[in-house]
């Protein structure tokens, strides 16, 4: 189940960087942050698989 969520955040984080990757290219190029505009912002997916990781690693621990 850790290693799940791990490989979900590693993807999700990939996305994050393409999409920062968009919104520099976009506001450069036109001014207007593409990626940001397409649905590329994955900050609140990613928030919540950190916290997932953390509750699954304090969970190892205690127990």
Do not use: H, W, Y
């Amino acid at each position: 189940m850790l290693n799940t969520e791990r490989s979900t955040l590693a993807t999700l984080s990939a996305a994050q960087t393409t999409a920062a990757n968009n919104d520099a290219f976009g506001v450069f190029l036109i001014g207007v942050p593409m990626g940001s505009v397409t649905g590329g912002d994955n900050e609140g997916n990613i928030a919540a698989s950190k916290g997932k990781i953390l509750a699954l690693e304090n969970r190892l621990v205690t127990c």
